[in-house]
Nanobody, 123 residues
């Protein structure tokens, strides 16, 4: 069982930055690939970024490529999402997820989800 707790969300002006954190419980953190997803009001949850268990591979949605960076610290059981050059369309609840064999870019294969953290970008 893995429990995920996101933090770091908030209100920021367009062009600003935020860093989200996702702390995982349990001693098997390195068994899981990690992903960040987001869900805006009235929209479906969508993929944002994915990182392999080792941290050596990362993938991004086209909408955030070049602006967001996913990373992980396995010693701290934590995954991060650095968000720069934020836009109003980045406004959403951001979720982290853990999976042993997730399908990159999809929600499929993620076994555990956090409760989400709100990110609001004002214009």
């Amino acid at each position: 069982q893995v429990q995920l707790v996101e933090s770091g969300g908030g209100l920021v002006q367009a062009g600003g930055s935020l860093r989200l954190s996702c702390a995982a419980s349990g001693r098997t953190f390195t068994s899981y690939a990690m992903g960040w997803f987001r869900q805006a009001p009235g929209k479906e949850r969508e993929f944002v970024a994915h990182i392999s268990w080792s941290g050596t591979s990362a993938y991004y949605a086209d909408s955030v490529k070049g602006r967001f960076t996913i990373s992980r610290d396995n010693a701290k059981n934590t995954v991060y999402l650095q968000m720069n050059s934020l836009k109003p369309e980045d406004t959403a609840v951001y979720y982290c997820a853990a999976g042993r064999q997730p399908r990159v870019g999809l929600l499929t294969g993620y076994d555990y989800w956090g409760q989400g953290t709100q990110v609001t970008v004002s214009s």
